[in-house]
Every structure is written in structure tokens, then in C-alpha cells.
């Protein structure tokens, strides 16, 4: 076992890293393969949330090609617990422009919904993270992924031994989820992005909190297997206007880096938003074993649209059990 | 005012099968009846006929094995189970399913970390991510799961509450519950889910978890950690305006013999403001600090 693995073996459990004896296609139902020739992703300038983010955010879907008319949409933002120091959370303005472009491309209903990872006081953690304020402005209705009803389905990856999950309907029920993350380094995941934020629509309520049942079954397993089984429509805004390295989820450094990431394909979204990070995506796990079938990695099937890549990279710090995820990619 | 206005809420909002879901429309769960179960029986106005129909919901719900789900699907047994106990042992005619749901906390405590890893932080407990003791066990989230603060506080009131009808069955392991809650207390005092540390850096307390805990703890009252973790609870609660923090503090701070009088003012001004989301369980919590009647949480003193 390698020294991470042996560390983190104590609450974050040590993962399911192999199914006895599959072979690598025996991991993944044939309906589960959503990956296609190419995707496209938007890299975007934006230096700070006063920047016209629901222009860019506009933009960012019609270069992605993405329909959004008469689709119910859902905003999964990320809202794990609130620190007036630091940055964990997807910052409330970039929600707020997502409401307003969402409506702009006339979906049919823009809901915002989120099950938070540590907390249960939704009142506070809403009005603390400044989220209550854009929900009143806009008059959007807000959803506990942690306490909605629920249906159970069927993993159609199995690189956990879950085999099933309860998710919350509103999710199910959503012709559009659009994961919108905070660009941050992972302690235990290397990275988290558009993927890890699902964790958020994994119900507390049955799963507990924080959902540990997906770290005793294996992070980046569970990563994978909760974004096989979301087979509705995906899009992804990555909010890297200040993004966190280090320690992060929740006790990373700020760092800013001004940009903003599209695209319909979560898999390629996050491995460019690794880049961006001046991380390799193939040597984060998750992004790895995704790449195989939910989506693609590698750069010469990513249709880069925006900015350039190098000219936004920065070197975000990773905590030293993640130093092998720097370099070259 | 609020009283009157909460008690509407949680008597309107009952679904038509008895129980109660986490907010109006949602579908029944334990955890948001077993409280509004709680709530109503502390209210003088309320109607008998809404107790009726969620304690017979709640009995439905209720496992052969005497635990409860959370909700009908999926049904095994989880930690609600507490709740629900604590819920039943409040009538008299149900003292025995009461039982029977304690005693299956007594067997359905959360999982050891493993010789692996209990070795590991036998070996080297200063390289481990988090800073805990691995072989202390409480209640866990889910079945078979890892202990975590809040189930654990839960499961430890109903313990107390019924251990002597238990014939004191459960004196181990409340005081193992007990050790963990000190152990997973945050560095100055105070409790947040469970995770005091991470990778050598303190990790925050919450209010309402923080009060919750001291609940549970409430017959060690005396204790220097007990006295820590009150004081960084009001600390934490001199800005804090949640209805769940300010339940569970007024609670908390009741139980400890304060008046909280200006503590119960606050709440209502936040439902004023706020109505708790329409929170089913933040209401009944709420009503529970209103306190017209002897709240199901006091314990008696050890």
C-alpha cells in the first residue's frame, strides 16, 4: 500500500482501487460510455467578480454549443461549510450571473440546489456565504439536496461496490445540472472540480455528514461512479476567478486566477481546469479512470476554445502526498 | 407569538400520512417527525389529533428489529433510530417499541477503523491525516458506518434517558460515547461534524453541534471541557442568527440552569425574519426551546 493510501486509511478509509478479477471494460455498463470524438471546453478571462460575468457566462454556452431553452436547469454550487477567511465556496456573484444568463437563454426553470458536505444549517450557511441574498434578488427557489425526496438508481459503473445510490429527485428531475465548482486542490482527491462537486447531490440524510460512506467505498471511485450515473444533460462553470491551493477543500489559500471554465463534458472541463492549475490531469485518479469513458483527458481531443491555457496557468500548490500530480501533461 | 405561529406551521404542514417531511411537500421522514412529535406534545394548544396521526406513522416505520429508517425507502435501520426513540419514550404506552429501539443502538454502534489503520496510529499517530482515538466507538450516520458527533449525541440522550429502564445495559457504552465526544472536541472546546483536525491544522467548531453535544453531556456539566466548549459556544453565538443554533443553544443554555429568556426573544425575532426555511425540524426545535413543558432532552443530573 502506498504511503497516502496507508495514511488516509484512517477515516477517509482505504479505497476499492480494483473490482476481484474485472477486466478494465467490465467496469463500466455500455450505456455509461458517454465519451465522444472531441469536446469542447471555453477557457475565459474574468479578474474579479465585478467582471460582466453573465456576459462571459453567455458566451461561454453558445461557444460550448449547448441548448438551453425550455430546459429546466439546476445550479449545484459548491457550499460545504463557511469561513469568512477563506474561499471554499463558489462565489455568490457567479451564481447570481448564472441565474440571470440561464434565464437570458430562456430556460424553462433555473433552480439552485445543494447538499452541503459538513454543515446542517442551511439558514446560516445560505446567509452566511451571501447565497440567501442572490436567491431573494432573483426569487429563485432553492433546494437541500440533503433532505429532498429521493430514487434510488443503479450504478452503472462499478469502480466502488456501492451498486446503487439514492439520489435526490430534483437532480433526477432536471433536464439540465450545471456543476459549478470552485477551482481547488483536494487533500485526499488531488483536485476538486465539476466531478467531485456531485458529491453535494449525494443526500446526507441517508449518507450522513460529512458523506463518509463514499470515502470508506473510495473518493475517487465514488467520484466517478456518481458522475456515471448522472445521465441528464451536464454542463460545467468552474469558478476559478479566486480559486484555493494547498490544503484545500476548506483550509486552502486563496490564490486568484482570474478565469473562468466551460464546457458540457465534465471529464474534459476538469482535466483543463487541472492544467490551468499546472496540474497533470492523468495523474489525478479519478480524472484517469473517467477519461475512459465518461468523457476525454487528453488535450488533442479537447476542442480549447477562449484563452489560451498558458496564458492563464499558474502553479497552484499541492500538499505534499499530491506532489507526483505536478508536471507536464 | 412565534409559539402560536410555529405550532400553525408544524399542525398545517403534516402530510396526510401523519409524519412530517424536512420541509412542506416533501415526503415524510423520521428525523422531522420524531421532532414535531416533540414539539407538539411540549405545546399546551396543540391538537391531539395531529399526535395521534404522527405517532402512529412513526410506530408504522418502525423496524422489527426496533430501529428506524429514515425514510420508507430505503428502510434499513439508521440513525434516526435515536430520535425516534427519544420521540416514543415521551408516551407512556409506548415505552416498550421505545426499548426496543434502544436496544438496537446498544448493538448497531459504528464501525472500527480496522487493525490497519488502528495499527497506524498505534505506530506513527503523528503522520495520520486526522488526530483522533481509533478505538473509541459511537454512532455512526449509517449503518456499519464511522462515528460521527451529532448520531452519536443523539444515540447518547436516549441511552440516558432510558438506560435504567435498560437495567443499565448501556453504561459502557455510554461512557465510551462519552470519551469519543472529548476526544473529537475541537482544539479550545467546542464541536463541529466530528473532524477536530486536519493534516495538523485545527479545524473550527459549530454552534449548533457544539450545543447539541453539551446536551448530551449535559449531567457532566462540571467538567473543565464542558465549561470550555460553553464558553466558545457563546463566543460563536454572539454574532450567530440561525434558528437551528439558536435552538439548540437556548436549549443547551436551559438545561445548564441560565435564563434564556433573551435567548428565546432572539429565536423569534429570527423566525420573524426568517420563518427557519420552513424547516420542519428548525420549528420543532425552536418550539422546543420556546419550553412550555419539560424539554425530552433535559437529563437528570449524575
Known amino acids: 500500500m502506498k504511503r497516502r493510501g496507508f495514511l488516509l486509511g484512517a477515516v477517509a478509509a482505504p479505497a476499492v482501487t480494483m473490482l476481484g478479477g474485472g477486466s478494465a471494460t467490465s467496469r463500466w455498463e455500455r450505456a455509461a460510455y458517454r465519451k465522444c470524438s472531441e469536446s469542447r471546453v471555453v477557457v475565459s478571462r474574468a479578474e474579479s467578480y465585478d467582471s460582466p460575468l453573465i456576459e462571459r457566462i453567455v458566451e461561454g454556452v453558445r461557444l460550448c454549443g449547448l441548448t438551453v431553452a425550455g430546459r429546466s436547469v439546476l445550479l449545484k454550487p459548491n457550499l460545504v461549510e463557511f469561513d469568512p477567511q477563506g474561499v471554499i465556496n463558489t462565489n455568490p456573484a457567479l451564481v447570481a450571473a448564472a441565474i440571470e444568463a440561464f434565464k437570458r437563454l430562456d430556460a424553462r426553470t433555473v433552480t439552485v440546489a445543494e447538499g452541503p458536505g459538513h454543515r446542517r444549517d442551511n439558514e446560516y450557511l445560505l446567509n452566511a456565504s451571501g447565497l440567501q441574498t442572490v436567491l431573494d434578488q432573483h426569487r429563485i427557489r432553492y433546494v437541500d439536496l440533503n433532505n429532498d425526496d429521493v430514487s434510488a438508481l443503479s450504478l452503472p459503473s462499478r469502480f466502488t461496490r456501492l451498486g446503487r445510490l439514492h439520489f435526490p429527485r430534483t437532480v433526477l428531475e432536471s433536464d439540465l445540472v450545471v456543476s459549478m465548482p470552485k477551482l481547488k486542490t483536494h487533500h485526499w482527491a488531488g483536485v476538486t472540480l465539476s466531478m467531485k462537486n456531485m458529491f453535494g447531490v449525494i443526500p446526507g440524510s441517508i449518507y450522513g455528514w460529512p458523506k463518509n460512506v463514499l470515502h470508506w467505498a473510495g473518493i475517487d471511485e465514488s467520484i466517478v461512479d456518481i458522475n456515471s450515473a448522472l445521465s441528464m444533460g451536464r454542463f460545467a462553470i468552474v469558478d476559478g476567478i479566486v480559486g484555493m491551493e494547498g490544503n484545500g477543500p476548506i483550509q486552502g489559500t486563496p490564490r486568484h486566477a482570474g478565469v473562468l471554465i466551460f464546457g458540457e463534458d465534465p471529464v474534459a472541463v476538469d482535466a483543463t481546469a487541472a492544467r490551468l492549475m499546472r496540474i497533470d490531469p492523468a495523474k489525478v485518479k479519478h480524472l484517469r479512470m473517467a477519461g475512459a469513458f465518461l468523457g476525454n483527458i487528453e488535450q488533442h481531443k479537447i476542442v480549447q476554445l477562449g484563452e489560451p491555457i498558458e496564458s492563464l496557468a499558474q502553479d497552484f500548490q499541492v500538499i505534499s502526498q499530491f506532489g507526483h500530480l505536478k508536471g507536464a501533461s | ?302
Open chain 2, 1 to 302: 407569538m412565534m409559539l402560536g405561529a410555529a405550532l400553525q406551521f408544524l399542525q398545517n404542514t403534516q402530510n396526510a400520512d401523519g409524519g412530517w417531511g424536512a420541509v412542506p411537500t416533501r415526503q415524510s421522514n423520521t428525523e422531522a417527525t420524531a421532532l414535531a412529535l416533540l414539539a407538539l406534545t411540549s405545546c399546551r394548544e396543540a391538537k391531539a389529533t395531529h399526535i395521534e396521526r404522527g405517532l402512529q406513522w412513526l410506530t408504522d416505520l418502525q423496524n422489527s428489529d426496533g430501529s428506524w429508517p429514515m425514510r420508507r425507502s430505503p428502510s434499513h435501520g439508521s440513525w434516526p433510530t435515536a430520535l425516534a426513540t427519544l420521540a416514543l419514550a415521551s408516551f407512556d404506552g409506548q415505552r416498550t417499541r421505545a426499548l426496543t429501539g434502544a436496544r438496537w443502538l446498544l448493538g448497531n454502534r459504528g464501525r472500527s477503523l480496522g487493525w490497519w489503520a488502528t495499527l497506524a496510529y498505534r505506530m506513527v499517530p503523528q503522520k495520520m491525516a486526522i488526530q483522533l482515538d481509533p478505538s473509541l466507538i459511537g454512532w455512526p450516520w449509517t449503518r456499519h458506518g464511522f462515528s460521527w458527533v451529532e448520531p452519536t449525541a443523539y444515540a447518547l440522550i436516549a441511552l440516558k434517558r432510558l438506560n435504567a429502564d435498560l437495567g443499565g445495559a448501556g453504561d459502557g457504552q455510554i461512557r465510551e460515547a462519552e470519551q469519543l465526544l472529548y476526544d473529537r472536541m475541537c482544539s479550545g472546546g467546542g464541536w463541529n461534524h466530528g473532524n477536530s483536525n486536519a493534516y495538523g491544522v485545527a479545524m473550527p467548531p459549530y454552534p449548533e453541534t457544539t450545543a447539541l453535544a453539551l446536551i448530551a453531556l449535559q449531567d457532566r456539566a462540571a467538567d473543565a471541557r464542558n465549561r470550555a466548549s460553553l464558553q466558545r459556544l457563546e463566543e460563536m453565538m454572539a454574532n450567530g442568527e440561525s434558528g437551528l443554533s439558536l435552538s439548540w443553544t437556548t436549549l443547551c443554555l436551559s438545561f445548564l440552569g441560565q435564563d434564556v429568556a433573551l435567548w428565546q426573544q432572539r429565536l423569534a425575532r429570527c423566525y420573524a425574519r426568517s420563518g427557519f426555511l420552513q424547516e420542519t425540524r428548525v420549528v420543532a426545535l425552536a418550539l422546543l426551546a420556546l419550553g412550555e413543558r419539560i424539554s425530552p432532552f433535559r437529563l437528570g443530573a449524575r
